[in-house]
């Protein structure tokens, strides 16, 4: 053992000391303290290292106020310092995420600051694998629209585990229409301009809930050119319509040229009047998110107010969190 691993170890038996005879604040502080030193020292490798096995110690005695604090510690570190975004420094954040997810008030203040630190070093929204990594976590605690806005910007994976979140959401609920969930997903990938996402959202989603009622959703096999990258087509028997416009503008996008002047084109105008005054309170938002997709794809410009950037970025807006998930939430709130 290195003479700094030794250091480390040495601090880290003082600190297991501490916890087993519950002295939990003087393990936070004495931790804290000595972290300090090796920040002002320039040892910020041992400083890292110290505060990720320490906020490990932490969470076997459940002190989620001292971990977060210590891992929101470590992280400023990765921020001031520039650490790059590696799989080895990633994963330390997995390992904390993962205990402190059972936290929920201080979960999302380090998770905010592990996305906002891979913002820094590689721009854009930040690491896809951190998004999809925070995406699930979140899912497996039920707070899917806090998920849903990870899962948008997430890795290849993102888009199914998505789709098949949203169908778990709306089998939790007494929504009237689960196409108010699928839609969340799909239109928003397509608005990025997403395609293949947004296919593999709907085949998550529309998987699921054919497995659950398997009365309500039919496969179409009477038409064989309705092959698609969809994958096979199916006909959602009421009240669950709006799942068929997903699908079928879907397969629009699929057979446009970009001409506004198309057939596709027709047919995308067809359904953005038939159906989008059925979202209710959140027509406004589907129609702005069909403007994106009508000049994406069918080669139609719309005039708007807010910029590109802006309308996007207005989408991942986080909503105000909720108390219970029921079908009044979708409702109210598809932003």
């Known amino acids: 053992m290195s003479g700094a691993n030794s250091r480390i170890e040495r601090f880290l038996n003082s600190l297991r000391e501490?916890?087993?005879?519950?002295n939990y604040y003087e393990g936070h502080q004495e931790l804290r303290a000595v972290a300090s030193r090796f920040v002002k020292q320039k040892k910020h490798d041992r400083a890292i290292q110290f505060l990720y096995l320490g906020a490990l110690e932490l969470c076997q005695y459940n002190q989620w106020g001292s971990v977060a604090d210590l891992s929101s510690f470590m992280i400023n570190i990765y921020i001031e310092e520039k650490v790059p975004v590696t799989l080895e420094n990633k994963e330390r954040v997995y390992d904390i995420l993962e205990k402190l997810s059972q936290a929920t008030e201080?979960?999302?203040?380090?998770?905010?600051?592990?996305?906002?630190?891979?913002?820094?070093?590689?721009?854009?929204?930040?690491?896809?694998?951190?998004?999809?990594?925070?995406?699930?976590?979140?899912?497996?605690?039920?707070?899917?629209?806090?998920?849903?806005?990870?899962?948008?910007?997430?890795?290849?994976?993102?888009?199914?585990?998505?789709?098949?979140?949203?169908?778990?959401w709306a089998l939790k609920t007494d929504a009237s229409d689960y196409g108010l969930f699928v839609a969340r997903g799909v239109l928003k990938y397509l608005a990025l301009g997403?395609?293949?996402?947004?296919?593999?959202?709907?085949?998550?989603?529309?998987?699921?809930?054919?497995?659950?009622?398997?009365?309500?959703?039919?496969?179409r096999t009477d038409n064989n050119e309705l092959a698609s990258k969809i994958g096979p087509v199916f006909y959602v028997s009421a009240p669950h319509v709006l799942a068929n416009f997903v699908q079928l503008l879907l397969l629009t996008?699929?057979?446009?040229?970009?001409?506004?002047?198309?057939?596709?084109?027709?047919?995308?105008?067809s359904l953005r009047q038939k159906?989008?005054?059925?979202?209710?309170?959140n027509s406004d938002t589907v129609q702005k998110l069909m403007d994106l997709i009508a000049e994406k794809y069918f080669g139609v410009v719309v005039q708007r107010q807010q910029s590109l950037f802006d309308l996007v970025n207005s989408l991942f807006a986080a909503p105000p969190s909720r108390p219970a998930i029921s079908s009044s939430n979708v409702d109210e709130d598809m932003d």
């Open 18 to 22: 501490n916890l087993t005879e519950g």
């Open 106 to 168: 201080y979960y999302p203040r380090v998770y905010e600051s592990a996305i906002q630190w891979t913002v820094a070093e590689i721009g854009g929204v930040g690491d896809p694998q951190m998004h999809h990594f925070v995406g699930c976590v979140l899912r497996n605690k039920n707070r899917y629209q806090e998920a849903e806005l990870h899962f948008l910007v997430g890795t290849p994976e993102s888009p199914s585990a998505l789709g098949n979140m949203l169908a778990e």
């Open 194 to 219: 997403w395609y293949e996402a947004a296919c593999f959202c709907w085949r998550g989603f529309i998987s699921r809930i054919s497995t659950a009622m398997p009365d309500r959703v039919a496969e």
């Open 253 to 269: 996008v699929e057979r446009s040229d970009g001409n506004p002047a198309s057939d596709a084109t027709r047919i995308f105008n």
């Open 275 to 281: 159906y989008v005054g059925s979202f209710g309170v």
